[in-house]
């Protein structure tokens, strides 16, 4: 074995795999806690656990991980119960409930830490806010092939293996309970009225949140607990519209968000030759650039995919209004028409937009102030109109229907069938629709389509 | 320009407003309207709420917005006020902006916007109609206090005006909100269901001021879901089904063919109507 | 480095030079309790305690709008989001020559970063798919983590010691100077006179958004006014109770005054006078006694205060609406027992008034009494002289008992009449708990119900079209 690989082995590969086991738990079950708005208790679960843990260390007098574990887990779950009492009780919206909880169980934790303090006894809570990950050293074996043995196994340091299987759990959680997680989020009361006690799986989750929580501040912090638990989610939730998806990307963030983290934490500043900084806090702020870069680059749900979408949307709804106004002229026997016309009746419309698109595409001609429409425009205008007046015939036919319905049958009446049901000749108004004898084809590659459904 | 131009123009015209408003007293200059509605476009997300609505509304009316479920009234009087943006089209009050006009505009939300368990009394409430007119900073004098009292008295509520408002019914809560928009003092008033869920005093309370309202010269819109009661309540109707199927004085639209664009084939309901559109005839 | 921090910072602070409160070992005499809550203890304690007390009034009322605008963890966030702003600061101040740990200084950082963090929610907001909840907690973490990541940049630097920039996250009232405790005062005295003068304008947008737009008030604006008083206030605990903390000043005097009264005005009252008196009793209970950090003991005051209100207020209160539904429960109960053998009487018009047990066993199976809750209606009855016990466990109404049991017969006859012609509007009017119909429908609504029970229940045609 290689001195850089032994020296990153002994120092780093612990702090990396931890990190990573904590980032991936916390990023798997929070994928719940953002879908149910639930976001914030795990912020108020992280704050609340500290006088568990003080309690723990106090009554069982030394540094035992059970106890404190234990006592920990305690706290986390008497933290959820109490937002609810709290909520349903007193009345009291959920948000402040759980600042209320979290803030006197912090409070009570610090003066407890005091307390110990008072009788020399030395509580390092350094954990509690924001880990010690650069503490986990560990002596490896010096031969590779000793790795794989219980031996070695044991000398791991206790933060790796318990996070190690916290991961596992939270795995085997999620793929068990995927179906009744899922119902639970999207719809408590039918939840339950089909036989999964939504109630249950609620504290069900709160319960894994909880141990996974206690499991992972320990090593990293309870600030990134939430910075994992809210931003791998979120991340994924600007990525994907379904569940699964969201779940799996969600754990591809939190690796990311725990090796990136931890390397820019150490590696990088090492390459300027500065030292090292707070890893814990570097994921979180991975965390955050990766959510950012997620809200603006994504290709569903993005910043610049709504604001492209937005802008096409208005620029048709111009060419379109501009094309069906010189259609409708033309068919009362006015070939071409003057700009300043065309603002008369296009009132409240914008005119400029439309016509130097039109221009551009060579869908009308210009000649001085007057506009006309070329033959492509004729096509693509009759395209419009007829659109737009079977559109017409049918609402006025299919009235009954919800508008939303409306507009998946409409998306289709225009793509598949090519005439609504009876085959209207002239629209409501009595006006002739025109007939689609023309090639589909071409007048479809003008694209010029009425706001109802703007596939990107 | 020639005459076939004229006449195919006036084609145009009539295709994109799908209505050309037959007001009882028609109003030639769209600037002595309270309210004109261009080409209004609205989509939430991907789909269209509104869909090229055009409207053009008479002064001193009382107007109902009827159509069915889904049919976008709210949205339409959400998306005149600025609270919903628009994709495109042109919302005018009198020929001005809305920012504009805004001291002349009143609203009445849905009961369901608002936090009931909010700690205000329905005076406090009433109260808030005169914000603006009192200022930035200065605190709510006795001649406010009694001003909106005096709201309240005209709605009904005047024994009421200590109780918090989360412990009135339906009802009087409605009753509440119109209290708070007359103390605006507004020309024009949107109201959006204000006679969803509330009980028989009330109704009658609102239909009086309503006409209080008209009889002052002020227009009031409101969203109505009930149609049998429409041509009782109020003289014009807008109906909307997406884009308005069409707007007038209620005995002239409330036809069965019109209806049925708006809202299917729904024979119960329409011959419901049209009966009351009957009955409220030989009334007149 | 947190409470490590703590322990390093709290212990030795006899050190500190200016430091105002002393730590002793042993409890206070009660001279010196006496001298401290009057606040005689000197001018430097004096001071802290009139400082710490005065930011709970400022945190009490603006924390009751921010309850209200259901903004109470967007507060926890600005809290978080400090502390990059105050590791930038020292690091920005030192690199310039200039004293990295002036307050002032770090304070203006502290305000800056969590103005960014305010930003940075509505930005999530608007852009992304989150909703609030997961806004405010990742802005909360990536904010805190960037922070520490600055802190431990900090420690890593030559010039710099960043033991002292720790006080901002536990806070620490011992380590603080005259000067910081009157510009916390200041700052404090302006977010409540701001508060105060834009009361009117806070109520409006907080109440109905939608309202407040149309009616014209800039709603952004002040919206973005109230997260900067909020900010204020924040920026001002951080030294004395610490950025973790802090946020409970502002969340729980107004969640415990709200249990207190419906009204808006007193509520504002009594969450400035709870989270004085807290800020008051934390930081002197702090000077007085050994270990005990102003910030924890604040929180714990209001702690107190706060379940104290919740479990016995009288408005909201939880013990306070427990009776109110066993006493409506016990009422409802009594009036079925009356009704009951007021018609079991009209029908087999016997004059002793006399209900027999074997009715009253069927009425409790019937509306599934529990035992304790059967006995406790009975004596409940007889208690008010409504009835008096009869042989073989039966009752015998009283007169009192006989004109109640008809008034709550005729009652309910007529709540039904009432329903069955009204039936479209009539479920959101009808109260069973009401002394008398005639309290909520108006009198001759009454008399029109009156004489359709009389004409043998014909349901009345006399609709409100008519």
Not at chain 1, 286 to 304: D, W
Not at chain 2, 254 to 261: A, D, G, I, Q, S
Request: positive net charge.
């Amino acid at each position: 074995m290689s001195d850089a690989i032994y020296s990153f082995v002994r120092v780093d590969m612990l702090p990396l795999l931890t990190a990573t086991f904590a980032a991936v738990t916390c990023g798997l079950l929070g994928n719940f806690l953002v879908l149910r708005r639930l976001s914030l208790m795990g912020d108020a679960i992280s704050h609340a656990v500290l006088p568990g843990l003080v309690i723990a260390f106090l009554v069982s007098g030394f540094r035992n991980p059970l106890p404190m574990f234990l006592g920990a887990a305690i706290a986390g779950i008497a933290t959820v119960v109490l937002v609810e009492v709290v909520q349903k009780l007193g009345r009291v919206e959920p948000g402040a409930a759980m600042g209320v909880v979290f803030s006197i169980l912090f409070a009570l934790g610090v003066l407890l830490i005091e307390q110990a303090s008072a009788r020399h006894v030395d509580l390092d809570a350094d954990c509690v806010l924001h880990g010690q990950l650069e503490t986990l050293f560990w002596f490896p074996p010096q031969d590779w092939g000793e790795f794989i043995s219980w031996s070695t196994f044991l000398t791991l340091p206790r933060q790796v293996t318990t996070l190690a299987g916290m991961m596992i759990a939270s795995f085997m959680f999620i793929s068990i309970f995927y179906k009744e997680l899922r119902i639970a989020a999207f719809d408590p009361e039918l939840a339950t009225t089909q036989g999964f006690h939504a109630g249950l799986m609620h504290y069900l989750l709160m319960i894994i949140v909880a141990a996974a929580t206690v499991a992972s501040f320990e090593a990293v912090g309870s600030i990134l607990v939430i910075a994992m638990l809210i931003g791998p989610a979120a991340t994924a939730r600007m990525l994907t519209g379904s569940l699964l998806w969201q779940i799996i990307i969600s754990v591809m963030v939190a690796i990311i968000c725990g090796s990136f983290g931890y390397a820019s934490a150490t590696a990088i500043p090492a390459v300027f030759g500065l030292d090292s900084v707070n890893a814990a806090g570097m994921m979180a702020v991975v965390a955050g650039v990766t959510l950012t870069l997620a809200i603006i680059f994504s290709p569903q749900f993005g910043m610049i995919t709504k604001t492209l979408r937005w802008r096409k949307l208005s620029m048709q709804i111009a060419l379109d209004d501009l094309l069906g106004a010189l259609y409708r002229l033309a068919e009362s026997g006015a070939e071409s028409a003057s700009i300043t016309q065309l603002a008369t009746i296009l009132q409240g419309r914008e005119i400029a937009k439309g016509t130097s698109q039109a221009l551009r595409r060579g869908l009308v001609s210009r000649f001085g102030d007057m506009l006309k429409l070329t033959t492509s425009g004729h096509k693509a205008a009759a395209t419009i109109v007829r659109r737009h007046r079977l559109w017409e015939s049918y609402l006025v036919d299919r009235a009954e229907m919800l508008p939303t319905e409306v507009h998946d049958q409409a998306e289709q009446l225009e793509h598949v069938a090519l005439q609504p049901p009876g085959e209207p000749v002239t629209d409501p108004h009595g006006r002739p629709i025109p007939r689609d004898r023309e090639d589909r084809e071409r007048a479809n590659q003008t694209e010029t389509k009425r706001p109802k459904k703007n596939k990107p | 320009m020639t005459t076939s131009t004229t006449s195919a123009m006036r084609n145009v015209e009539s295709d994109f407003s799908t209505t050309v408003v037959k007001a009882a007293k028609p109003i030639a200059d769209p600037r002595q309207s309270p309210v004109v509605i261009r080409a209004l476009t609205v989509a939430y997300h991907r789909k269209p709420v509104l869909w090229d609505v055009n409207y053009q509304a008479p002064s001193d009316a009382l107007i109902a917005i009827v159509g069915p479920n889904g049919a976008g009234k709210s949205t339409l009087i959400k998306s005149c006020l600025g609270l919903v943006p628009t994709a495109s089209g042109q919302v005018t009050f009198w020929g001005k902006s809305y920012a504009q006009a805004r001291s002349r505009i009143g609203y009445v939300p849905q009961r369901e916007s608002v936090d009931w368990d909010f700690p205000v009394s329905a005076l406090d409430v009433v109260c808030m109609g005169r914000y603006r007119k009192i200022g930035w900073c200065r605190p709510v004098t006795k001649v406010h206090r009694d001003a909106a009292l005096a709201c309240l008295e005209r709605v009904g509520m005047r024994d009421l005006a200590k109780r918090q408002i989360g412990q009135l019914s339906g009802g009087q809560q409605q009753r509440v909100f119109l209290a708070r928009t007359l103390a605006q003092e507004a020309d024009l008033y949107f109201m959006d269901e204000p006679f969803a869920g509330v009980d028989a005093a009330t109704e009658r309370a609102i239909i009086e001021v309503l006409r209080e309202l008209k009889s002052q010269g002020k227009t009031v819109i409101c969203v109505h879901h009930d149609l049998p009661t429409v041509p009782e309540y109020f003289d014009h109707a807008v109906l909307l089904n997406m884009r308005v199927v069409t707007a007038g004085p209620v005995n002239e639209v409330f036809t069965p063919e019109n209806l049925r664009k708006t809202y299917g084939g729904r024979l119960t309901l329409l011959s419901e109507a049209v009966d009351a559109v009957t009955r409220a005839s030989i009334v007149r | 480095m947190y409470a490590g921090h703590i322990l390093a910072t709290n212990l030795p602070s006899h050190d500190h030079t200016k430091s105002i409160t002393t730590v002793a070992d042993q409890w206070p005499t009660w001279q010196e309790i006496g001298t401290t809550l009057t606040l005689q203890a000197g001018f430097n304690t004096t001071v802290v305690i009139a400082g710490t007390t005065w930011l709970g009034v400022a945190a009490g009322v603006i924390g009751v709008f921010a309850l209200l605008r259901k903004r109470a963890l967007t507060s926890d966030a600005i809290s978080h989001a400090t502390l990059p702003g105050i590791g930038l600061a020292f690091i920005v101040a030192n690199s310039l020559g200039m004293d990295g740990k002036s307050l002032p200084v770090l304070l203006l950082g502290a305000a800056i970063s969590s103005v960014i963090g305010v930003a940075a929610i509505h930005w999530l907001i608007k852009n992304s798919r989150l909703h609030e909840d997961a806004s405010i907690g990742i802005v909360l973490s990536v904010f805190f983590g960037a922070g520490v990541v600055l802190l431990s940049v900090i420690q890593s630097m030559r010039t710099g010691n960043a033991a002292g920039l720790n006080k901002f996250i536990y806070g620490q009232t011992a380590a603080m100077s005259v000067t910081d405790a009157t510009l916390m005062c200041g700052i404090a005295l302006f977010a409540t006179i701001c508060t105060v003068l834009l009361f009117k304008e806070f109520t409006l947008v907080c109440y109905n958004e939608a309202f407040a737009q149309v009616d014209g008030w800039p709603v952004t604006r002040v919206d973005l006014l109230m997260m900067a008083l909020v900010v204020l206030v924040t920026v001002a605990g951080l030294q004395a109770v610490g950025l973790i903390l802090v946020v409970a000043m502002l969340i729980i005097p107004p969640v415990s005054a709200r249990f207190w009264t419906e009204r808006l005005w007193l509520l504002v009252v009594l969450s400035g006078f709870i989270g004085g008196l807290s800020g008051y009793l934390g930081s002197a209970v702090s000077a007085l006694l050994p270990r005990k950090p102003a910030g924890s003991v604040i929180v714990l005051t209001s702690g107190a205060i706060f379940g104290i209100s919740m479990l016995i207020a009288p408005a909201r209160g939880v013990i306070a609406s427990l009776m109110r539904r066993m006493r409506l429960r016990l009422r409802i109960a009594a009036e079925h027992i009356l009704e009951a053998a007021v018609e079991n009487q009209q029908e087999h018009n016997n004059r002793d008034l006399v209900f027999p047990k074997s009715k009253l066993d069927e009425l409790a199976l019937i509306r599934a009494w529990p035992w304790w809750f059967r006995k406790f209606v009975l004596w409940r009855l007889r208690a008010r002289g409504e009835t008096i016990k009869g042989s073989h466990g039966g009752l015998i109404l009283t007169p009192i008992g006989h004109g109640n049991g008809k008034r709550v017969s005729r009652n309910h006859k007529l709540w039904e009449q009432y329903l069955i012609s009204y039936a479209d509007v009539a479920p959101s009017h009808v109260d069973w708990s009401v002394d008398q119909v005639e309290h909520v429908l108006p009198e001759e609504l009454v008399k029109e119900l009156e004489r359709a029970i009389e004409e043998d229940n014909t349901p009345l045609m006399a609709g409100k079209l008519s």
